[in-house]
């Protein structure tokens, strides 16, 4: 019989490699998982979502939390600007909207 754990001299040497040390290998199995996944969704998808979904509700539940965002960026693309300023940008755009639609209403209902 083999001995199945060599020596941590001999384990890891350029000429013992193993098929999870071969270059691509894990690329090549996710494509290749992804794309027969992506096929079957394509042909049962649907159905699939609505029966797993009515049949155990867990984990369906347990699928659309999987696929929310782990982490939520909140960006505050306003904090540099002043109060000042914001008021006449609202005031700007408000003056905007009165114009248009007035322009858009028939001078009968004026």
């Known amino acids: 019989m083999a001995n199945r754990n060599p020596s941590l001299a ?16 894990r690329d090549r199995l996710s494509a290749a998982f992804l794309m027969a996944l992506a096929d079957d969704f394509e042909a049962h998808g649907k159905d699939a979502v609505v029966k797993i979904r009515e049949m155990d509700p867990a984990a369906y539940l347990r699928v659309v ?5 782990k982490e939520l960026e909140i960006s505050r693309p ?9 008021d006449w940008v609202i005031a700007a755009v408000a003056a905007e909207l009165d114009r248009e639609v007035a322009s858009a209403v028939p001078a009968t209902l004026n």
């Open 65 to 69: 939390a999987s696929l929310a965002p």
């Open 78 to 86: 306003l904090d540099g600007i002043s109060d000042e300023m914001l």
């Open 10 to 25: 001999t384990r890891f040497s350029a000429d013992r490699y193993g098929r999870a040390k071969q270059k691509g290998a």
